[in-house]
Protein backbone atom coordinates (compact mmCIF):
# COMPACT_ATOMS: atom_id res chain seq x y z
CA UNK A 1 0.00 0.00 0.00
CA UNK A 2 1.15 3.28 -1.01
CA UNK A 3 1.61 5.98 1.81
CA UNK A 4 0.36 9.58 1.45
CA UNK A 5 2.81 12.29 2.72
CA UNK A 6 1.82 15.52 4.51
CA UNK A 7 3.44 18.41 6.39
CA UNK A 8 4.44 17.51 9.78
CA UNK A 9 3.68 21.03 11.10
CA UNK A 10 1.08 21.31 13.85
CA UNK A 11 -2.30 21.77 12.90
CA UNK A 12 -2.96 24.52 15.01
CA UNK A 13 -0.44 26.05 12.86
CA UNK A 14 -1.51 24.62 9.52
CA UNK A 15 -5.06 26.34 10.26
CA UNK A 16 -3.59 29.52 10.82
CA UNK A 17 -1.46 29.31 7.45
CA UNK A 18 -4.76 28.06 5.84
CA UNK A 19 -6.75 31.24 6.80
CA UNK A 20 -3.93 33.82 6.62
CA UNK A 21 -1.69 31.94 3.87
CA UNK A 22 -4.43 30.47 1.78
CA UNK A 23 -2.58 29.89 -1.57
CA UNK A 24 1.32 30.26 -0.89
CA UNK A 25 0.71 27.14 1.54
CA UNK A 26 -1.15 25.30 -0.99
CA UNK A 27 1.83 25.84 -3.58
CA UNK A 28 4.46 25.08 -1.25
CA UNK A 29 3.20 21.81 -0.01
CA UNK A 30 2.26 20.72 -3.61
CA UNK A 31 6.03 21.52 -4.39
CA UNK A 32 6.97 19.34 -1.58
CA UNK A 33 4.90 16.80 -1.58
CA UNK A 34 3.39 16.64 -5.27
CA UNK A 35 -0.56 15.68 -6.16
CA UNK A 36 -1.57 14.10 -3.08
CA UNK A 37 -1.00 15.14 0.23
CA UNK A 38 -2.29 15.10 3.40
CA UNK A 39 -3.19 18.47 5.54
CA UNK A 40 -4.39 18.74 8.88
CA UNK A 41 -6.15 21.96 10.30
CA UNK A 42 -6.97 21.52 14.12
CA UNK A 43 -10.67 21.16 14.34
CA UNK A 44 -10.92 18.95 11.44
CA UNK A 45 -10.58 15.86 9.95
CA UNK A 46 -7.61 15.30 8.03
CA UNK A 47 -8.12 16.65 4.11
CA UNK A 48 -6.48 14.55 1.26
CA UNK A 49 -6.29 16.81 -1.23
CA UNK A 50 -5.78 16.10 -4.74
CA UNK A 51 -4.57 18.10 -7.96
CA UNK A 52 -4.34 15.35 -10.66
CA UNK A 53 -6.78 15.53 -12.95
CA UNK A 54 -7.14 11.50 -13.37
CA UNK A 55 -7.64 10.93 -9.63
CA UNK A 56 -10.55 14.10 -9.34
CA UNK A 57 -11.67 12.20 -12.69
CA UNK A 58 -11.97 9.56 -10.05
CA UNK A 59 -13.59 11.17 -7.62
CA UNK A 60 -16.35 13.33 -9.86
CA UNK A 61 -17.14 10.29 -11.81
CA UNK A 62 -18.22 7.91 -9.08
CA UNK A 63 -21.18 6.60 -7.86
CA UNK A 64 -22.30 9.69 -5.52
CA UNK A 65 -23.80 7.44 -3.01
CA UNK A 66 -19.80 6.81 -2.05
CA UNK A 67 -19.86 9.77 -0.65
CA UNK A 68 -21.09 12.17 1.87
CA UNK A 69 -20.20 15.77 1.26
CA UNK A 70 -22.69 17.91 2.87
CA UNK A 71 -20.85 16.87 6.66
CA UNK A 72 -17.93 18.34 5.84
CA UNK A 73 -19.79 21.91 5.34
CA UNK A 74 -20.60 22.10 8.94
CA UNK A 75 -18.50 25.02 8.60
CA UNK A 76 -20.85 27.07 6.98
CA UNK A 77 -24.17 26.34 9.13
CA UNK A 78 -24.21 29.37 11.30
CA UNK A 79 -24.54 31.13 7.93
CA UNK A 80 -26.90 29.18 6.66
CA UNK A 81 -29.26 26.86 8.50
CA UNK A 82 -30.11 22.62 8.76
CA UNK A 83 -32.18 22.64 5.90
CA UNK A 84 -29.00 24.16 3.23
CA UNK A 85 -29.01 22.18 0.48
CA UNK A 86 -25.19 22.72 0.95
CA UNK A 87 -25.17 20.36 4.32
CA UNK A 88 -27.26 17.89 3.45
CA UNK A 89 -26.44 14.50 2.24
CA UNK A 90 -27.96 11.56 0.10
CA UNK A 91 -31.99 11.24 -0.41
CA UNK A 92 -32.38 14.75 1.18
CA UNK A 93 -29.96 16.79 -0.69
CA UNK A 94 -31.13 14.95 -4.02
CA UNK A 95 -34.58 15.71 -3.06
CA UNK A 96 -33.70 20.03 -2.06
CA UNK A 97 -31.49 19.69 -5.41
CA UNK A 98 -34.27 18.84 -7.93
CA UNK A 99 -36.38 21.41 -6.21
CA UNK A 100 -33.89 24.21 -6.40
CA UNK A 101 -32.59 23.25 -10.17
CA UNK A 102 -35.34 24.63 -12.47
CA UNK A 103 -34.78 28.32 -11.91
CA UNK A 104 -31.14 28.17 -12.26
CA UNK A 105 -31.94 26.36 -16.01
CA UNK A 106 -29.65 27.76 -19.03
CA UNK A 107 -32.84 28.70 -20.56
CA UNK A 108 -34.31 30.65 -17.84
CA UNK A 109 -31.56 33.05 -17.21
CA UNK A 110 -32.22 34.93 -20.57
CA UNK A 111 -35.41 36.61 -18.63
CA UNK A 112 -32.49 37.65 -15.56
CA UNK A 113 -30.42 39.26 -18.78
CA UNK A 114 -31.62 43.12 -18.88
CA UNK A 115 -32.12 42.91 -15.24
CA UNK A 116 -28.33 42.12 -15.13
CA UNK A 117 -27.58 44.73 -17.38
CA UNK A 118 -29.62 47.51 -15.30
CA UNK A 119 -27.95 46.85 -12.19
CA UNK A 120 -24.59 47.37 -13.06
CA UNK A 121 -25.36 50.79 -14.98
CA UNK A 122 -27.34 52.12 -11.88
CA UNK A 123 -24.23 50.86 -10.02
CA UNK A 124 -21.40 52.77 -11.59
CA UNK A 125 -23.91 55.71 -12.47
CA UNK A 126 -23.47 56.33 -7.92
CA UNK A 127 -19.39 56.26 -8.30
CA UNK A 128 -17.79 59.51 -9.09
CA UNK A 129 -15.50 60.32 -11.95
CA UNK A 130 -11.89 60.85 -10.38
CA UNK A 131 -12.91 59.31 -6.69
CA UNK A 132 -11.00 56.23 -5.83
CA UNK A 133 -13.33 53.35 -4.93
CA UNK A 134 -13.16 49.63 -4.67
CA UNK A 135 -14.03 47.06 -7.13
CA UNK A 136 -14.87 44.50 -4.95
CA UNK A 137 -17.67 46.48 -2.95
CA UNK A 138 -19.22 48.08 -5.85
CA UNK A 139 -19.60 44.55 -7.41
CA UNK A 140 -20.58 43.41 -4.25
CA UNK A 141 -23.47 45.82 -3.92
CA UNK A 142 -24.32 44.76 -7.91
CA UNK A 143 -24.42 41.55 -7.33
CA UNK A 144 -26.29 41.39 -4.31
CA UNK A 145 -28.81 43.59 -5.89
CA UNK A 146 -28.78 40.94 -8.94
CA UNK A 147 -29.53 38.10 -6.82
CA UNK A 148 -32.37 39.40 -4.60
CA UNK A 149 -33.82 40.78 -7.73
CA UNK A 150 -33.82 37.13 -8.92
CA UNK A 151 -34.70 35.70 -6.04
CA UNK A 152 -37.62 38.46 -4.68
CA UNK A 153 -38.48 39.66 -8.33
CA UNK A 154 -38.18 43.30 -5.41
CA UNK A 155 -35.13 44.97 -4.20
CA UNK A 156 -36.55 48.85 -3.47
CA UNK A 157 -39.32 48.62 -0.67
CA UNK A 158 -37.46 49.53 2.42
CA UNK A 159 -37.97 45.95 3.94
CA UNK A 160 -35.19 45.29 1.36
CA UNK A 161 -33.16 48.05 1.30
CA UNK A 162 -33.18 46.85 5.15
CA UNK A 163 -32.03 43.43 3.79
CA UNK A 164 -29.38 44.34 1.75
CA UNK A 165 -27.35 45.87 4.31
CA UNK A 166 -27.57 42.90 7.14
CA UNK A 167 -26.17 40.82 3.90
CA UNK A 168 -23.77 42.57 3.72
CA UNK A 169 -22.72 43.70 7.11
CA UNK A 170 -23.12 40.01 7.93
CA UNK A 171 -20.72 38.96 5.09
CA UNK A 172 -18.45 41.64 5.97
CA UNK A 173 -18.46 40.11 9.43
CA UNK A 174 -16.67 37.21 8.91
CA UNK A 175 -14.89 38.66 5.70
CA UNK A 176 -11.49 39.78 6.43
CA UNK A 177 -8.79 36.39 7.09
CA UNK A 178 -8.50 37.55 10.53
CA UNK A 179 -12.64 37.34 11.21
CA UNK A 180 -13.01 34.52 8.86
CA UNK A 181 -11.58 32.72 12.06
CA UNK A 182 -15.01 33.00 13.29
CA UNK A 183 -16.40 30.22 11.24
CA UNK A 184 -13.24 28.27 11.70
CA UNK A 185 -13.05 28.23 15.19
CA UNK A 186 -16.33 27.03 17.14
CA UNK A 187 -15.22 28.34 20.40
CA UNK A 188 -14.97 31.89 19.01
CA UNK A 189 -18.47 31.52 18.47
CA UNK A 190 -19.91 32.85 21.82
CA UNK A 191 -22.48 35.67 22.16
CA UNK A 192 -21.19 37.38 24.62
CA UNK A 193 -23.30 40.79 23.81
CA UNK A 194 -24.53 42.59 20.62
CA UNK A 195 -20.71 44.04 20.56
CA UNK A 196 -19.18 41.24 20.53
CA UNK A 197 -18.31 39.84 17.24
CA UNK A 198 -20.22 36.73 17.63
CA UNK A 199 -22.89 38.13 19.68
CA UNK A 200 -23.32 40.84 16.43
CA UNK A 201 -23.50 38.09 14.07
CA UNK A 202 -26.34 36.39 15.59
CA UNK A 203 -28.16 39.64 16.10
CA UNK A 204 -27.76 40.12 12.35
CA UNK A 205 -28.95 36.57 11.07
CA UNK A 206 -32.00 36.84 13.41
CA UNK A 207 -33.03 40.38 11.32
CA UNK A 208 -32.43 38.90 8.01
CA UNK A 209 -34.82 35.97 9.45
CA UNK A 210 -37.32 37.98 10.51
CA UNK A 211 -37.73 39.77 7.17
CA UNK A 212 -37.23 36.47 4.90
CA UNK A 213 -39.83 34.42 7.20
CA UNK A 214 -42.23 37.60 6.80
CA UNK A 215 -41.65 37.38 3.24
CA UNK A 216 -42.83 33.89 2.75
CA UNK A 217 -45.89 34.65 5.00
CA UNK A 218 -46.83 36.97 3.61
CA UNK A 219 -46.83 35.21 -0.42
CA UNK A 220 -48.54 32.32 1.06
CA UNK A 221 -51.62 34.46 2.73
CA UNK A 222 -51.25 36.30 -0.80
CA UNK A 223 -50.75 33.54 -2.72
CA UNK A 224 -48.70 35.65 -4.95
CA UNK A 225 -46.86 33.13 -7.49
CA UNK A 226 -44.96 35.20 -9.64
CA UNK A 227 -41.93 34.61 -12.01
CA UNK A 228 -38.91 34.93 -9.58
CA UNK A 229 -36.92 32.48 -7.81
CA UNK A 230 -38.85 32.44 -4.32
CA UNK A 231 -42.40 32.22 -6.61
CA UNK A 232 -40.68 28.97 -7.70
CA UNK A 233 -39.29 27.54 -4.85
CA UNK A 234 -42.53 27.76 -3.58
CA UNK A 235 -44.02 25.78 -5.87
CA UNK A 236 -42.02 23.25 -6.62
CA UNK A 237 -43.14 19.66 -5.50
CA UNK A 238 -41.02 16.97 -5.01
CA UNK A 239 -42.23 13.16 -6.03
CA UNK A 240 -44.61 12.82 -3.08
CA UNK A 241 -46.14 15.84 -3.63
CA UNK A 242 -44.88 17.96 -0.88
CA UNK A 243 -43.52 21.15 -1.14
CA UNK A 244 -40.89 23.15 0.72
CA UNK A 245 -41.85 23.82 4.48
CA UNK A 246 -41.11 27.25 5.66
CA UNK A 247 -37.66 26.68 7.23
CA UNK A 248 -36.68 24.63 4.46
CA UNK A 249 -37.76 27.81 2.20
CA UNK A 250 -35.63 30.10 4.55
CA UNK A 251 -32.28 28.07 5.15
CA UNK A 252 -32.47 27.27 1.03
CA UNK A 253 -32.95 31.40 0.53
CA UNK A 254 -29.63 32.08 2.98
CA UNK A 255 -27.88 29.84 0.93
CA UNK A 256 -28.53 31.13 -2.51
CA UNK A 257 -28.32 34.89 -1.23
CA UNK A 258 -24.78 33.93 0.45
CA UNK A 259 -23.46 31.41 -2.04
CA UNK A 260 -24.90 33.70 -5.20
CA UNK A 261 -23.39 36.92 -4.33
CA UNK A 262 -20.28 36.89 -2.73
CA UNK A 263 -18.15 34.59 -4.92
CA UNK A 264 -19.63 36.44 -8.09
CA UNK A 265 -19.15 39.75 -6.42
CA UNK A 266 -15.31 38.66 -6.30
CA UNK A 267 -14.72 36.66 -9.23
CA UNK A 268 -15.65 39.92 -11.18
CA UNK A 269 -13.43 42.26 -9.11
CA UNK A 270 -10.69 39.74 -10.07
CA UNK A 271 -11.91 40.19 -13.56
CA UNK A 272 -11.83 44.10 -13.48
CA UNK A 273 -8.18 43.97 -12.13
CA UNK A 274 -6.45 41.51 -14.71
CA UNK A 275 -8.05 43.35 -17.19
CA UNK A 276 -6.71 46.97 -16.18
CA UNK A 277 -3.13 45.52 -15.48
CA UNK A 278 -2.68 43.99 -18.52
CA UNK A 279 -3.38 46.60 -21.29
CA UNK A 280 -3.50 44.03 -24.19
CA UNK A 281 -5.87 42.32 -22.10
CA UNK A 282 -7.98 45.63 -22.20
CA UNK A 283 -7.68 46.06 -25.44
CA UNK A 284 -8.33 43.10 -26.85
CA UNK A 285 -11.36 42.90 -24.84
CA UNK A 286 -12.41 45.88 -26.24
CA UNK A 287 -12.07 44.87 -29.79
CA UNK A 288 -14.02 42.60 -29.34
CA UNK A 289 -17.17 44.63 -27.85
CA UNK A 290 -16.86 47.55 -29.86
CA UNK A 291 -17.31 44.64 -32.94
CA UNK A 292 -20.42 43.74 -31.17
CA UNK A 293 -23.30 45.31 -32.73
CA UNK A 294 -24.53 48.62 -31.33
CA UNK A 295 -27.55 46.74 -29.65
CA UNK A 296 -26.80 44.98 -26.76
CA UNK A 297 -28.15 42.26 -26.22
CA UNK A 298 -27.28 40.07 -23.64
CA UNK A 299 -27.55 37.05 -25.35
CA UNK A 300 -25.13 37.66 -28.01
CA UNK A 301 -22.77 39.47 -25.64
CA UNK A 302 -22.28 36.21 -23.63
CA UNK A 303 -21.17 34.47 -26.53
CA UNK A 304 -17.99 36.46 -27.11
CA UNK A 305 -15.50 34.51 -27.51
CA UNK A 306 -12.74 36.66 -25.86
CA UNK A 307 -14.93 38.03 -23.41
CA UNK A 308 -15.44 34.45 -22.22
CA UNK A 309 -12.15 33.58 -22.25
CA UNK A 310 -11.51 36.04 -20.07
CA UNK A 311 -14.12 34.99 -17.26
CA UNK A 312 -12.77 31.10 -17.27
CA UNK A 313 -8.90 32.42 -16.82
CA UNK A 314 -9.79 34.89 -13.70
CA UNK A 315 -11.87 31.86 -12.16
CA UNK A 316 -8.72 29.36 -13.24
CA UNK A 317 -5.62 31.90 -11.67
CA UNK A 318 -7.32 32.32 -8.42
CA UNK A 319 -10.69 30.06 -8.41
CA UNK A 320 -13.02 31.77 -5.76
CA UNK A 321 -13.52 28.08 -4.37
CA UNK A 322 -9.96 26.92 -3.52
CA UNK A 323 -11.74 23.41 -3.19
CA UNK A 324 -14.59 21.40 -4.24
CA UNK A 325 -16.37 20.13 -1.28
CA UNK A 326 -14.82 17.19 0.28
CA UNK A 327 -15.93 13.93 -0.42
CA UNK A 328 -16.08 11.95 2.91
CA UNK A 329 -16.04 8.01 1.62
CA UNK A 330 -18.63 5.84 3.07
CA UNK A 331 -17.13 2.63 1.86
CA UNK A 332 -13.46 1.84 1.07
CA UNK A 333 -12.29 3.48 -2.49
CA UNK A 334 -9.01 3.43 -4.35
CA UNK A 335 -7.87 6.38 -6.76
CA UNK A 336 -4.24 5.95 -8.61
CA UNK A 337 -3.13 3.33 -6.57
CA UNK A 338 -3.67 4.14 -2.96
CA UNK A 339 -6.27 2.80 -1.07
CA UNK A 340 -8.61 5.01 1.23
CA UNK A 341 -10.70 4.30 3.97
CA UNK A 342 -14.57 4.94 5.04
CA UNK A 343 -14.23 8.38 6.65
CA UNK A 344 -11.60 9.86 4.54
CA UNK A 345 -12.28 13.11 3.19
CA UNK A 346 -11.00 13.27 0.05
CA UNK A 347 -11.19 16.75 -1.41
CA UNK A 348 -10.23 17.82 -5.02
CA UNK A 349 -7.83 21.37 -4.91
CA UNK A 350 -9.74 23.34 -7.76
CA UNK A 351 -6.66 25.89 -7.25
CA UNK A 352 -3.78 23.25 -7.48
CA UNK A 353 -5.32 21.59 -10.60
CA UNK A 354 -5.72 25.11 -12.01
CA UNK A 355 -1.34 26.02 -11.38
CA UNK A 356 -0.35 23.04 -12.76
CA UNK A 357 2.19 23.63 -15.51
CA UNK A 358 1.83 20.02 -17.38
CA UNK A 359 -1.42 21.51 -18.10
CA UNK A 360 -1.22 25.47 -17.92
CA UNK A 361 2.15 25.99 -19.17
CA UNK A 362 3.38 29.37 -17.06
CA UNK A 363 0.45 29.41 -14.39
CA UNK A 364 1.31 32.53 -12.83
CA UNK A 365 0.84 34.50 -15.69
CA UNK A 366 -3.05 35.86 -16.94
CA UNK A 367 -3.42 34.20 -20.35
CA UNK A 368 -7.19 34.36 -21.27
CA UNK A 369 -5.68 32.55 -24.90
CA UNK A 370 -5.64 29.37 -23.51
CA UNK A 371 -9.13 29.08 -23.24
CA UNK A 372 -9.18 29.94 -27.00
CA UNK A 373 -6.29 27.27 -28.36
CA UNK A 374 -7.45 24.32 -26.15
CA UNK A 375 -10.47 22.94 -24.68
CA UNK A 376 -9.83 21.50 -21.37
CA UNK A 377 -11.63 18.68 -19.34
CA UNK A 378 -14.07 19.05 -16.45
CA UNK A 379 -11.20 17.72 -14.56
CA UNK A 380 -8.16 20.45 -15.68
CA UNK A 381 -10.72 23.32 -15.70
CA UNK A 382 -13.27 23.23 -12.03
CA UNK A 383 -14.11 26.49 -10.68
CA UNK A 384 -17.55 24.93 -10.25
CA UNK A 385 -16.48 21.62 -8.94
CA UNK A 386 -18.28 18.51 -10.39
CA UNK A 387 -20.72 15.64 -10.02
CA UNK A 388 -24.39 15.40 -7.55
CA UNK A 389 -22.59 18.43 -6.03
CA UNK A 390 -21.92 20.44 -8.93
CA UNK A 391 -22.51 24.16 -8.57
CA UNK A 392 -25.93 25.04 -9.07
CA UNK A 393 -25.29 28.70 -9.67
CA UNK A 394 -22.95 28.19 -12.71
CA UNK A 395 -25.16 29.21 -15.67
CA UNK A 396 -26.51 32.55 -13.22
CA UNK A 397 -22.44 33.02 -12.34
CA UNK A 398 -21.18 32.72 -16.14
CA UNK A 399 -23.89 35.04 -17.15
CA UNK A 400 -23.84 37.60 -14.55
CA UNK A 401 -20.07 38.10 -15.03
CA UNK A 402 -20.12 38.40 -18.47
CA UNK A 403 -23.25 40.79 -18.55
CA UNK A 404 -21.54 42.83 -16.21
CA UNK A 405 -17.90 43.25 -17.20
CA UNK A 406 -19.57 43.80 -20.69
CA UNK A 407 -21.71 46.74 -19.65
CA UNK A 408 -19.29 48.03 -17.46
CA UNK A 409 -16.13 47.96 -19.88
CA UNK A 410 -18.25 49.27 -23.08
CA UNK A 411 -19.57 52.76 -21.13
CA UNK A 412 -16.80 53.25 -18.10
CA UNK A 413 -13.18 54.30 -18.51
CA UNK A 414 -11.50 53.58 -15.49
CA UNK A 415 -7.60 53.14 -14.02
CA UNK A 416 -6.46 50.89 -11.07
CA UNK A 417 -4.80 52.69 -8.09
CA UNK A 418 -3.45 50.07 -5.83
CA UNK A 419 -0.11 51.03 -4.64
CA UNK A 420 0.46 47.84 -2.92
CA UNK A 421 0.44 44.38 -4.44
CA UNK A 422 -2.86 42.35 -5.30
CA UNK A 423 -2.30 39.17 -3.59
CA UNK A 424 -5.58 36.43 -3.30
CA UNK A 425 -6.68 37.42 0.14
CA UNK A 426 -9.42 34.69 2.17
CA UNK A 427 -12.68 36.50 2.41
CA UNK A 428 -14.77 33.82 4.36
CA UNK A 429 -14.38 30.47 2.84
CA UNK A 430 -13.87 32.34 -0.75
CA UNK A 431 -10.51 33.66 -2.07
CA UNK A 432 -10.91 37.48 -3.05
CA UNK A 433 -8.39 40.48 -3.97
CA UNK A 434 -6.52 41.76 -0.77
CA UNK A 435 -7.32 45.43 -0.91
CA UNK A 436 -10.26 45.10 -2.73
CA UNK A 437 -9.02 46.42 -6.27
CA UNK A 438 -9.26 50.06 -5.84
CA UNK A 439 -10.01 51.91 -8.93
CA UNK A 440 -10.90 55.75 -10.37
CA UNK A 441 -13.04 56.22 -12.71
CA UNK A 442 -11.50 58.53 -15.55
CA UNK A 443 -14.34 58.84 -17.97
CA UNK A 444 -17.45 57.88 -19.20
CA UNK A 445 -18.57 57.36 -22.85
C1 LIG B 1 -18.15 32.68 -9.68
C2 LIG B 1 -19.15 32.26 -8.95
C3 LIG B 1 -19.25 30.91 -8.27
C4 LIG B 1 -18.28 29.96 -8.03
C5 LIG B 1 -16.80 30.01 -8.39
C6 LIG B 1 -18.95 28.84 -7.36
C7 LIG B 1 -18.30 27.67 -6.98
C8 LIG B 1 -18.93 26.59 -6.38
C9 LIG B 1 -18.27 25.35 -6.02
C10 LIG B 1 -16.80 25.02 -6.25
C11 LIG B 1 -19.20 24.54 -5.44
C12 LIG B 1 -18.95 23.13 -4.88
C13 LIG B 1 -19.05 22.12 -6.00
C14 LIG B 1 -18.53 20.74 -5.67
O1 LIG B 1 -18.26 20.40 -4.52
O2 LIG B 1 -18.38 19.93 -6.60
C15 LIG B 1 -20.45 25.27 -5.42
C16 LIG B 1 -21.64 24.78 -4.91
C17 LIG B 1 -22.81 25.52 -4.85
N1 LIG B 1 -23.04 26.78 -5.38
FE1 LIG B 1 -21.69 27.91 -6.36
N2 LIG B 1 -20.27 29.15 -7.20
C18 LIG B 1 -20.51 30.39 -7.74
C19 LIG B 1 -21.72 31.04 -7.83
C20 LIG B 1 -22.91 30.57 -7.34
C21 LIG B 1 -24.21 31.19 -7.52
C22 LIG B 1 -24.46 32.46 -8.34
C23 LIG B 1 -25.12 30.43 -6.83
C24 LIG B 1 -26.61 30.61 -6.67
C25 LIG B 1 -27.33 31.59 -7.09
C26 LIG B 1 -24.40 29.31 -6.25
C27 LIG B 1 -24.97 28.31 -5.49
C28 LIG B 1 -24.33 27.16 -5.10
C29 LIG B 1 -24.98 26.10 -4.34
C30 LIG B 1 -26.41 26.11 -3.80
C31 LIG B 1 -24.03 25.06 -4.19
C32 LIG B 1 -24.23 23.72 -3.46
C33 LIG B 1 -24.60 22.62 -4.43
C34 LIG B 1 -24.85 21.29 -3.75
O3 LIG B 1 -24.43 21.11 -2.61
O4 LIG B 1 -25.49 20.43 -4.38
N3 LIG B 1 -23.07 29.43 -6.58
N4 LIG B 1 -20.26 26.51 -6.02
Avoid at 414 to 436: F, H
Wanted: aromatic share 10%; net charge positive.
Amino acid sequence: MQVINGPKTPPFVQLIEAIARPTERLDTYAKKYGDVFISTLSGFRPFVLFSHPQAIQQILTADPHKFDSGAGNQILHPLVGDYSLLLLDGNRHQRQRQLLTPPFHGDRMKSYGQLICEIAQQGMNKLVIGETFSMRSVMQEISLRIILRAVFGLDETEQFQQLRKLLSSILDSVGSPLSSSLLFVPSLQKDLGAWSPWGKFVRQKQAIDRIIYDEIKTRRAENNIGEDILSLMMSAKDEAGQSMTDVELRDELMTLLFAGHETTASALAWAFYWIHKLPEVKSKLLAELNNTSTNFDPNTVVKLPYLTAVCQETLRIYPIAMFTFSRILKAPFQIMGYDFAPGTQLTPCIYLTHQREDIYPEPKQFKPERFLERQFSPYEFLPFGGSNRRCIGMAFAMFEMKLVLATIMSQWQMNITETKPVQPVRRGITLAPSGGVKMMLTAKY
